[in-house]
């Protein structure tokens, strides 16, 4: 099973709004991320979670905040928006670089956010 | 810094081989990745290729990695109208193994 699963599918909020994102896997895998990807654009590295621990931050503003309560979810929490941040955010799993494998990252289908 | 390049678009017809091209300029890439973007959809990760190795094949699909030109593709046999999607290449540093590098995509349009 390499599925990794994103709720929800599709979000619209104000920018006054907090809201949530979450993305959850089984495959066992100790590497989650979070990326922004604009339409038909490269995918965004936002922030890597190594052992639950966050790893790598890409200079993402504060309104964004994350959070990786155990080894199979991960949230984003979201605060204050503007609607340049208006994107596709995509939960990615993986092995955790270390075991010597591959470690290819699986991605989600995503949550289609739109900040009015 | 590292860079990943990649033609932007590509049209062929149902039942021709599509080829999408990737150049790199990390010479210390270890695995290099192929994936697919429908309309509205996620990643789908297509096939890697470890970098000591020259081609692999998947059904239909080829990957070829010339590393002392830092070229890779992508051989799609019998291309299907399903096969309409953004390709991107993207590649491993062995610096900074968490983070790919990603090429800007290739759109392919399959036409009957």
């Known amino acids: 099973d390499t599925e990794v699963t994103q709720t929800p599918k599709h979000l619209v909020m104000g920018m006054t709004n907090k809201k949530s994102l979450k993305c959850e896997q089984h495959?066992?895998?100790?590497?989650m991320y979070w990326y922004k990807q604009k339409a038909k654009k490269p995918p965004e590295l936002m922030f890597v979670?190594?052992?639950?621990?966050?790893?790598i931050n890409e200079s993402v503003p504060s309104r964004f905040s994350p959070e990786c309560p155990n080894s199979s979810l991960l949230n984003l929490h979201l605060h204050a928006l503007q609607p340049e941040d208006s994107a596709l955010y995509l939960c990615?799993?993986?092995?955790?670089?270390?075991?010597?494998?591959?470690?290819?990252?699986?991605f989600g289908p995503g949550t289609r956010l739109t900040v009015t | 810094g590292e860079d990943v390049e990649q033609s932007l678009f590509l049209s062929v017809r149902e039942g021709d081989s599509s080829v999408i091209n990737c150049t790199y300029t990390?010479?210390?890439?270890?695995?290099l990745y192929w994936y697919k973007q429908e309309p509205g959809a996620g990643l789908q990760l297509l096939t890697y290729?470890?970098?000591n190795m020259d081609m692999k094949q998947d059904q239909r699909l080829t990957v070829l990695l010339n590393k002392k030109d830092k070229h890779l593709s992508l051989r799609i046999a019998d291309t299907q109208t399903g096969d309409s999607a953004i390709y991107f290449c993207?590649?491993?540093?062995?610096?900074?193994?968490?983070?790919?590098?990603w090429g800007l995509g290739t759109s392919l349009a399959v036409n009957p």
């Open positions: 990615a799993s993986s092995q955790d670089p270390g075991t010597g494998a591959s470690y290819e990252q699986y």
């Open positions: 495959m066992g895998h100790r590497a």
């Open positions: 979670y190594s052992y639950e621990k966050l790893s």
């Open positions: 990390d010479s210390s890439s270890t695995y």
């Open positions: 290729i470890f970098s």
């Open positions: 993207a590649e491993r540093s062995a610096g900074n193994n968490r983070k790919l590098i």
